[in-house]
């Protein structure tokens, strides 16, 4: 299958992306078909050396059948070459980092205790509790037995 896809350069901490039509089983920064445009993502959006695209080939490989990429389509999309399509739906991701897992650690704690509580017959749960009690005090007698023993203080040597 024939995508059109991002495939990065630069360096560190500092990317430069191509726009390539390339073969889906083809490593990311592999062998392409042909690089049809570049992508510049520390630019301001508003400059227009941020996108640069070569819109007749692009038009002439979805002619072909070639698929974007998430990201590409929305390229694509901002640079009027393809309609714009739809956002994705991710409400986590307006949710700063530290409370999205104060807030999921509070809803994941009711949502899981109900079903277990729910999901248990009323006879199993006698059943589950009785040998916990029962082994409770078998256990705890043998140490209560054990003697203590203290470390005697060590004399020096002059």
Do not use: C, H
């Amino acid at each position: 299958m024939i995508k059109i896809r991002l495939s990065r350069g630069g360096t560190k901490k500092r990317p430069v992306y191509k726009v390539v039509i390339a073969d889906s089983r083809r490593a990311r920064d592999g062998r392409f078909i042909e690089k049809v445009g570049f992508f510049n993502p520390l630019l301001p959006k508003d400059k227009k050396e941020r996108v640069g695209l070569e819109a007749e080939r692009i038009k002439y490989w979805l002619g072909q059948g070639a698929q974007p990429t998430a990201r590409v389509a929305r390229i694509l999309g901002e640079n009027d070459i393809i309609p714009m399509p739809a956002n994705a739906n991710n409400p986590n991701k307006a949710i700063p980092k530290k409370e999205r897992k104060k807030e999921g650690d509070e809803a994941a704690a009711p949502a899981a205790a109900a079903p277990k509580v729910e999901a248990a017959p009323a006879a199993a749960a006698p059943k589950e509790e009785a040998p916990k009690v029962e082994a409770a005090p078998a256990a705890a007698a043998p140490k209560e037995e054990a003697p203590k023993v203290e470390a005697a203080p060590k004399e020096e040597v002059k």
